[in-house]
């Protein structure tokens, strides 16, 4: 495993590859997992070199956080070992809301003090200034250590920026979702934010599992890389089905021709990109988190990162800079 430091010297030390628990609860893109093996998947990860954990009350309606503190009360020395991440995911982010919702994280998560408190979505009832102020509080309380945000274009980090001290911004980056590219990377590049990118897989897209798209299940043909037709969809766009296609099927012929699984190599990838600090892999049992694990030491050349961008072009150039996996560019929840 390889680490970095998020946000400068004064930052963390995480795990390139961070360990997201989405999937160690249930949801609505994710089975029930039997609560032992979640554990044991959880356990596995630090093991494996991981030491970054992201986690939300919204992931399983706080079972997510549940879990990962039982985990942590069952290891002694755990804590000690992990830097823990978890977001405010309230509907409001008042004040009041934000302040009660670490305290139940907290709570359920078993800890004193969180590592890296980050607003999940940004609000466009509340203002910006009412929820920092709730998370300096937090800070000032000893309660978290740092702030963080997650789907927050440049302009909402750039607001958020001439407020407080944030050390990260977490949103979709792949090689099929290439929008952070435009301008939300630059600025974390020239402000020192680490770029924390989650679904490095595309929703399954770059597992190497499937070669066209009939073999997915209808939930995973709702982002903006499918036909606005789709149901469920609800983004209007037009996708870009045949591009994507067309990217996935040269990225599995780089695969095959460097000897590295389709998935280690989207990973290796992100980890490639200037500014980005971690990338968050899901796992829900062992094997999953040491496939997970494994990508961080896949070293790619210079020629095979630009053969990769050059092959997802097209994709990124129809997807635009719209950060929104889910939402068109009309109604975009990330400005």
Known sequence: MRYAKIGGES??????VAMGTMSVAAGAMHAAVDESLALTTLCAAVDAGINFFDTAPGYGKGESEARLGKALASNPGMREKIVLATKASGPS??????????????ERLRTDVIDLFQIHWPSRAT?????????????KSGKVRYLGMCNFGPLDLAEALARVAVLTDQVNYSLLARGA???LLPLCIERDVGL?????????????RYTDFEQLPADRCRSRQFDGKRPGSRHG?????????QAMNAIR????????AMADLAVAWLLRQRGVRAVLCGASTPAQ??????????????????????ATAPVKQKMGDNLDPWQGAGNSRIR
Do not use: K, W
């Open 11 to 16: 930052g963390l030390t995480v795990s390139v």
């Open 93 to 106: 982010l008042v004040r009041a809301d934000v302040i009660a919702e670490c305290e139940a994280s907290l």
């Open 127 to 139: 203002p910006l200034d009412e929820t920092l102020d709730a998370m300096l509080s937090l800070q």
């Open 181 to 183: 590219e435009f301008a």
């Open 196 to 208: 924390l990118c989650y679904s490095p897989l595309a929703q399954g897209l770059l597992t190497g």
């Open 237 to 245: 766009e037009a996708g870009c089905e045949a591009e994507t296609l």
């Open 253 to 260: 012929q780089i695969a095959a021709e460097q000897n590295i």
């Open 289 to 310: 988190v040491h496939a997970n694990a494994r990508a961080a030491d896949v070293v790619l050349s210079d020629a095979v990162v630009e053969q990769l961008a050059a």
